[in-house]
């Protein structure tokens, strides 16, 4: 059974930064490409960054291109978000995935405050 823990998140202030991890069990952690998504209140869930297999390729959205960097420690089973210049708008449930799966944890909020 795939289990999905993600910590890390909690209150800052814009211009704040914070640093997300997501710990993963229940299958071939190293064999799959993990993905970051977002929810704001009354939103859609949205992409955020993903991460290949071995770690030597990532892809961001726009809105968070140069602020996030998405990483992983394959001996960990942990896939990682650092967040730096945090905007209210980033505020939201983050979330991991294994790529292109239906699987998800309970997320963990981040609330900018202006």
């Known amino acids: 059974q795939v289990h999905l823990e993600e910590s890390g998140g909690g209150l800052v202030q814009a211009g704040g930064s914070l640093n997300l991890s997501c710990v993963v069990s229940?299958?071939?952690?190293?064999?799959?490409?993990m993905d970051w998504f977002r929810q704001a209140p009354g939103k859609q869930r949205e992409f955020v960054a993903t991460?290949?297999?071995?770690?030597?390729?990532?892809y961001y959205s726009d809105p968070v291109e140069g602020r996030f960097t998405i990483s992983r420690d394959n001996s960990k089973n942990t896939v990682y978000l650092q967040m730096i210049s945090l905007q209210p708008d980033d505020t939201a449930v983050y979330y991991c995935?294994?790529?292109?799966?239906?699987?998800w944890g309970q997320g963990t909020q981040v609330t900018v405050s202006s």
């Open positions: 229940g299958l071939t952690f190293r064999e799959t490409a």
């Open positions: 991460i290949s297999r071995t770690g030597d390729n990532t």
């Open positions: 995935q294994p790529m292109g799966s239906s699987y």
